[in-house]
């Protein structure tokens, strides 16, 4: 390997050849890179000069085309990626045998000490500190810890099926805590961009109470999604582990972890309750953005006119919300028919109360309450 190395070195770096690999009509081959810098320490910038060859010192012709008029060595950057490959084949060998050596004594590893689940060498049983420790071939061993871990492995997808359904309702739980949240932000948006300028700070203040507030669940929520893809995880590990571990040695090493795992698990773990509904209320943060404010004040005088400005609100909040969807429009239109409903006259109240909307109703958060609903 050390003389193949040496053919396929260019003379003037001493490494390796960096395709391309021109090959010089004194049959002397280099790195094209390496021969531009020959030509330029030769003060050879023409495409038409000449230069002379670092290894046996005879004048090359350019002929017009510089360095890309020079043979290319097709054959020789095919061997030198075989040998590249070659070496990266010897390299993996002596990994993985170095992987099956023990550390502390350089022997072969071939015992299984019982005791502490761990591969060994003669000397680690003869001297070291497994002297007193039962110990098994390392070949019977392994054998033996495949089957069961394959046994394993089908406990553990067993575990993880049984949690799919869970992780798709946690799923939809998440999305739909998103969904309710970008609403609420939307609703917050619209219809506080139509109120007087002095409720811009309860409007930042809401905003911090909903990010708090879905950054909380959100976490929870998660929490309990990572604690249910825990089984489907673990399965994903046992089964590379079984299909592509490199040697012996690794293999019975990793099992010793994963086996921890698996035994926790099955063993001790019970599966997280999954929330049925965790989502943000709309109607609560309608009622404190309204909180102290007549919202018939912003309507015209004019009684006919009202309806006119709650499609206005309507339109507002269409606007502002992403994702607007039938339950975010049939709570809007309830809040909204519920805060403006009272601008006419009462039918027992009529020869009393004047047409003047603002004296028939004012919107309190309690009054809402009363048709408190959860989005």
């Known amino acids: 390997m050390e003389a193949l190395s ?12 960096t395709p391309p690999v021109l090959l010089l009509s004194c049959s002397h081959n280099f790195c094209k890179q390496c021969l531009e810098l020959i030509l330029v ?17 005879k004048v090359i012709y350019l002929r017009g085309r510089g360095t890309n008029g020079l043979q290319r060595n097709i054959l020789a950057e095919n061997i030198l990626e075989k ?10 060998k002596e990994q993985n045998q170095l992987a099956q050596t023990c550390e502390k004594h350089g022997e072969s590893v071939n015992l299984m000490c019982l005791s502490d689940e761990e591969p060994i060498c003669g000397m680690c049983k003869l001297f070291g500190d497994h002297k007193t420790h039962p110990v098994a071939k390392i070949s019977d061993a392994y054998a033996e810890r495949k089957v069961n871990f394959a046994k394993d492995i089908q406990l553990v997808l067993q575990k993880s099926e049984s949690a799919a359904q869970a992780v798709q309702d946690m799923e939809k739980l998440i999305r739909e805590l ?6 609420t932000l939307a609703m917050i948006d619209a219809i506080g961009d139509s109120l007087l300028s002095g409720i811009k700070c309860r409007i930042a203040t809401l905003k911090k109470q909903l990010q708090s507030e879905h950054c909380s669940k959100l976490e929870k929520l998660q929490l309990v999604a990572r604690e249910l893809e825990a089984p489907r995880e673990l399965y994903q590990q046992m089964k590379m582990l079984l299909q592509h571990h490199a040697n012996t040695v690794q293999f019975l090493h990793e099992h010793k972890r994963l086996k921890g795992e698996m035994k926790r698990l099955v063993e001790g773990s019970v599966s997280p309750a999954v929330p049925t509904k965790d989502t943000i209320s709309i109607r609560r943060y309608f009622q404190e953005l309204i909180r102290g404010i007549d919202i018939t004040a912003f309507a015209p005088p004019e009684t006919d006119q009202v309806p006119a400005s709650m499609a206005g609100l309507q339109e507002a909040w269409q606007a502002g919300c992403a994702m607007q969807g039938r339950l975010s429009q049939q709570v809007l239109e309830d809040i909204l028919c519920k805060a403006v409903s009272g601008s006419g006259p009462k039918p027992n109240q ?15 958060g309690s009054e809402i309450g009363s048709r408190e609903s959860t989005v």
């Open 41 to 57: 320490c030769q003060n050879c910038t023409h495409v038409n000069g000449q230069f002379c060859c670092p290894v046996c010192r």
């Open 178 to 183: 998103s969904t309710s949240a970008t609403d």
């Open 83 to 92: 040998f590249k490959e070659e070496l990266e084949t010897l390299h993996t």
């Open 6 to 17: 040496a053919v396929l070195s260019c003379p003037v770096c001493m490494e390796l050849f």
């Open 350 to 364: 009529e020869a009393k109360l004047p047409r003047n909307p603002s004296y028939a109703y004012s919107v309190q």
